[in-house]
Structure formats: C-alpha cells, structure tokens
C-alpha cells in the first residue's frame, strides 16, 4: 500500500492557510447547505438525527466515513502496521489555526474533523469525495456542522 506522503504534506501548508469566517467567504450553495444561525449549526453537529440516513448523527456520518477510508487498511495483510502509522499522523498547524469559535467542544470538533480529512488524504489520495468536500468546506472558511439533501451543511456567521 502507497500512502501520500506529499499529499500530506500539501494538506498541511493548506491547513496553515485556514481562516475561518472571513468576509470574503463564498460557499457554493449548490454544493453545501449554508446556514448562518449558529444554534441551529450546534444541534446539527451534536443532537440532531438525520432521517434520511436512518437516525445517523453528524458524528454516526463521520465515523461510517472515516471506516470506509480505514477499511482500505484492513484489507492488508500488515493493517496493524500500517493502521500505527495513521494512528501516528500529527497534525501540528492545527494547533496554530485561530478557531473563530470559543466553544471548546465546537473548537475540537473542527480540529477533528480537519485531522481526519488529512488522515483520508494520505489514505486515499484525493478519491474520498466526502472527505474532499469537507475540507474544501474548510478550507473556504466555514464549519461543516451536518447534512442536508445530499449535502454538508456548512455555517457562516452572518458578516455585519
């Protein structure tokens, strides 16, 4: 198995260039659901059930996500080997982004969430059409915080 190692190194330098809720942000409403209430975005993230993925979570979408991208170590024969090398990325510009948010939960949702998308990337290279579309939601600065109609919901404070 090929890991992308200079992918993950791309991912970084991107990473380091996140900045959340500018006022230049534009999110592309045919791709994300866009939302700008932050208490809606907060039960999207945590409480909400969504009956079109059969009471799945945004955190249930996730982790079947992120297990789909695991399941390509699996099916090796050295997984255990090659699952500690995953288990070992560190993500160290995360700890430099400026959360725009002061909710510690929310704040280490988003790093979570960002870190994953790194773990897809040097996984599966850019094939994960989940995971890209989560970072690229990141990466223009918003929170994907749920899913609507086929698509990440992504929230976007009101600029006043």
Not at 10 to 30: W, Y
Not at 34 to 55: P, Q, T
Not at 114 to 126: D, Q, T, V
Not at 131 to 142: I, M, T
């Amino acid at each position: 198995m090929d890991f992308h190692y200079e992918l993950l190194e791309e991912t970084r330098k991107e990473i380091k260039n996140i900045r959340f809720f500018r006022e230049d942000i534009e999110i592309n409403a045919e791709e994300y659901e866009v939302i700008h209430d932050y208490d809606e975005a907060y039960e999207n993230a945590f409480y909400r059930e969504y009956e079109e993925l059969e009471g799945q979570t945004w955190v249930d979408i996730l982790e079947d996500n992120m297990g789909d991208v695991r399941e390509i170590i699996y099916e090796h024969d050295n997984y255990a080997e090659l699952d500690k090398i995953v288990h070992g990325i560190k993500i160290p510009e995360l700890d430099d982004l400026e959360f725009p948010i002061n909710d510690i939960i929310v704040k280490g949702e988003m790093y979570s969430e960002i870190e994953l998308c790194a773990k897809s990337r040097f996984i599966c290279g850019k094939e994960n059409a989940f995971f890209e579309s989560l970072f690229k939601a990141y990466k223009l600065g918003g929170w994907s915080c749920g899913w609507k109609n086929g698509k990440i919901i992504v929230y976007v404070p009101t600029i006043s």
